[in-house]
């Protein structure tokens, strides 16, 4: 099969790989036929998530037919659609019988402190994923679901991270009605948070980039108030005087281990590796949530330390609230909102590239290139 | 600014978001908002066995000394090989996550893999191209100047430093190398000449 795959910091290619195998009898092999670009993925394109090795095919995004079931599996057949969640879990340990589906203990051996995720490095597992023609799927039996007829493929495949995990963190902020929301981070996870929000209650929704397009984006697609924080002095202070001086009630941070914004962190951080993800971001929710707010945190970020503000957390009374999201909790409500008319997930996307030129799709994504906000790939274009 | 026990700034009016937001306020009910609560006992999940069964081929899988046990699943994507691998087994074996040198050698591991992935690449069939690799050929048709240039970007501030970011360290490291075996391989009458 043909397949994306990584071959050092800021090099991939599309190589002939071997077919995935049924490893486990309640595996399946899932034609991919919608992957996507996240961006969490350019954390390991730019070599930032401690092992990831060459060969390694990225993808935690995707949507296919089912090309082959193992022996124990019995919700999925041969042929049936399917979304599948980023995560993978067997359904049945103390973590993911009490619903935390992103903290399974039994799929990554290794490392405990995370769960398994297609293609995103050995620290998750060391699971190949989607951005390839076939994949396996682990305990198929309660990942995936059968995409309901008359939801759009697109749609499907924005529900299996980006649109559920921007929901996850709005739900995170225990947001009550009337509170304002401040969301670090017009990506496509930015952008779901910012539109769950209102779904929750909020009473003002602020949008913080510094990418005049992405802002465009969150006005129009989340009906988002927008800062550019680098056309202001100073965003803390500016979030400040916008909110009488107390801070916003919630803040979620959907930028993660690249922040930009501070020379010397994203130097030390993004670059030199020598922290677990630049704490811009991080530190400008703390700063700029009013005392006994709440920060949820989507952003991603690797094992190693990073330089956070805690003491102003601590004084402040905070709540930070964080995970990745348990993303097939999220599908019923989601798929009610889709169908209502509320959401429509697929708006983000900006580019489809086909897998042939993935390297060309990663270079653009990581360079923000022709306003790039979310590609997909379509591996049988 | 006197701070009084209100809320400072006018209250948004219900009616007025509702008319404005789709969907506004329908999952204001926590118990709307689907992972609610975080913790849910006795969830249905369609498992259908109480411990995964085993998968079979772990016999040299490395792990987490956090685990016990070779999980029930695992993923077998790049096995460890070469000098990389032997890395990678030394912070598998020896240090626990909670341990910096752990996730600093897995790092290293990820250097030496992809260097000697280079360079054997040159003897195969499929050689590196690292520029096509780069996908720097994504520039023509995709607005390189319009995208960069006249839009405030603060990136634009340090991506110059970035090539020495990355390139640097090597190059320092290389010079280190060579100094060290100059001073073992060299007698020292020599080394001043």
Partial sequence: MKAMTYRGPYKVRVENKPDPKIEHPNDAIVRVELAAICGSDLHLYHGMLPDTRVGHTFGHEFIGRVEQVGSSVQNLSVGDRVMVPFNIFCGSCYFCSRGLFSNCHNVNANATAVGGIYGYSHTAGGYDGGQAELVRVPFADVGPMVIPDGVDPEDALMLTDAFSTGYFGAQLGDITQGDTVVVFGAGPIGLAAAQSSWLMGAGRVIVVDYLDYRLRKAEQMAHAETINFGQVNDIVLELKKQTGGLGADVVIEAVGAEADGHVMQHVTAAKLKMQGGSPVALNWAIDSVRKAGTISVMGAYGPLFSAVKFGDAMNKGLTLRTNQAPVKRQWPRLLEHLAAGHIKPSEMITHRIPLEHIAEGYHIFSSKLDDIIKPVITPTA | ?193
């Fill in chain 2, 1 to 193: 600014m006197p701070y009084t026990s209100e809320k400072p700034g006018a209250t948004p009016d219900p009616d007025e978001l509702r008319a404005r937001i789709p969907g506004w306020g329908s999952d204001l009910d926590p118990a709307n908002r689907p992972a609610f609560p975080r913790e849910q006992p006795d969830i249905v999940t369609g498992a259908h066995w109480d411990l995964p069964e085993q998968q079979p081929g772990g016999a040299s899988r490395e792990r987490s000394v956090e685990h016990e046990r070779l999980t029930p699943v695992f993923g077998t994507a790049q096995p460890l090989h070469g000098v990389a691998g032997r890395i990678r087994r030394f912070a598998y074996d020896r240090y626990s996550e909670g341990q910096t040198a752990h996730w600093m050698l897995l790092i290293l591991g990820d250097r030496v893999d992809a260097i000697t992935a280079h360079v054997a690449s040159l003897v195969s069939k499929r050689p590196d191209e690292p520029f096509t690799q780069s996908g720097v050929t994504g520039e023509v048709a995709h607005h390189p100047i319009a995208s960069r240039f006249g839009r405030g970007r603060i990136d634009l501030k340090h991506s110059w430093l970035d090539p020495l970011l990355v390139v640097g360290p090597w190059v320092l490291a290389a010079f280190a190398v060579f100094k060290l075996g100059r001073a073992i391989m060299l007698p020292a009458s020599k080394r001043h000449r």
